[in-house]
């Protein structure tokens, strides 16, 4: 949206690739790369420079970068995964769902065993585990609530079920198991429903006496994301939020840092593509106004629907009816 005000814009894109985590943290099938690459072309095109490599903190200090552009926006998204915090996690052949998702997507060589655990109800977990599948591997999920506070979309995890994925339900990790130096395991224990928690679900409570062990050589823990922002907040007064989010005006996206802007993930944590991009269009009209002087502030223009709707009389012959494309599947 900026490059068609006319403005020169330059990525600093951390990862080899562009696209962030469309490129790198949805599977192909999914989202096709064809599809995403005419996207990013498009941009390209529109004079946009995309500088890939290149990680804002660590190659190149915010501070730089607020004195060589009259505007940051700062959209890093949330690629750090979150611990599980068992005994035993720091290993080679525990690989978190986004570490994992990437290295898939980039085409490097994937080192995973052939019984793969998933821990987690999300996307991330649903998208791992089918991968992990299409690679050949035996794959089993485990999520410490039951199939209906699974947050993941309903379509995914049906897929999991045709797939042949198996689902264990109420249960939770205790520890990873080694044998000679490698992974040859992961304790368990069964779960109960409790009260209900902050997040609205029922919380789980571990049975006791419950615990047992399941054979695995690769533990993929995918029970969440958040920022990696510990080098871009350098005593620059960026502020963080106890999620480790970048705190923002969520109406103008400004940081409070003079000419810094931020939205995304980086904001508001793990969420959706289509909330991502809105915050891009809503950024870079705050940063026009900001560049032109006028005041950073939104301008709400609400439209209420006419009472009265003229009933229109169709046959089913003259309804154009769209369907939700299919996308192509592997068999497994």
């Known amino acids: 949206y900026l490059a068609l005000e006319g403005y020169r814009v330059t990525i600093f894109e951390s990862l080899p690739v562009a696209g962030g985590m469309l490129a790198t943290g949805i599977p192909d099938y999914r989202l096709p790369k064809d599809l995403l690459n005419y996207e990013i072309d498009i941009i390209k095109n529109l004079g946009v420079e995309i500088r890939t490599n290149t990680s804002v903190g660590k190659d190149v200090p915010l501070s730089d970068l607020r004195e060589q552009y009259k505007a940051v926006f700062l959209a890093t998204g949330a690629h750090k995964g979150m611990k599980l915090n068992i005994e035993g996690e720091d290993s ?47 794959v089993r999920v485990f999520y410490r609530r039951t199939r209906a506070e699974m947050p993941a979309a309903k379509e995914e995890i049906e897929q999991l079920d045709r797939e042949g994925i198996e689902i264990q339900f109420l249960v939770a990790p205790v520890r990873a198991l080694y044998g000679n130096g490698a992974l040859r395991g992961i304790e368990c224990i069964r779960m109960a429903l409790g009260d209900i928690d902050k997040s609205g679900r029922r919380r789980p409570v571990p049975i006791e006496g419950s615990e047992f062990a399941v054979e695995i050589d690769t533990l993929i823990p995918a029970i969440g994301q958040e920022p990696d922002v510990d080098s871009l907040v350098d005593g620059n007064g960026l502020k963080l939020s106890q999620w480790s989010t970048v705190e923002v005006d969520l109406a103008t996206l400004h940081s409070g840092v003079e000419g810094v802007f ?71």
């Open 262 to 332: 931020a939205g995304g993930d980086v904001v508001t944590g793990p969420a959706t593509v289509v909330g991502a991009m809105a915050h891009g269009k809503i950024a870079s009209q705050m940063i026009h106004n900001y560049i032109q002087g006028t005041p950073v502030e939104r301008h709400y223009s609400v439209t209420h629907p006419a009472l009265d709707v003229e009933v229109v009389e169709l046959a089913d012959e003259e309804i154009e009816k769209l369907h939700r494309p299919s996308m192509p599947l592997l068999p497994v």
């Open 92 to 138: 080679a052949q525990v690989i978190d769902a986004v570490d994992f998702l990437r290295a898939v997507n980039l085409g490097g060589e994937v080192a995973i065993g052939e019984k793969v655990a998933v821990i987690g109800g999300g996307d991330a977990a649903v998208d791992a585990a089918r991968v992990a599948k299409r690679l050949g591997k035996d």
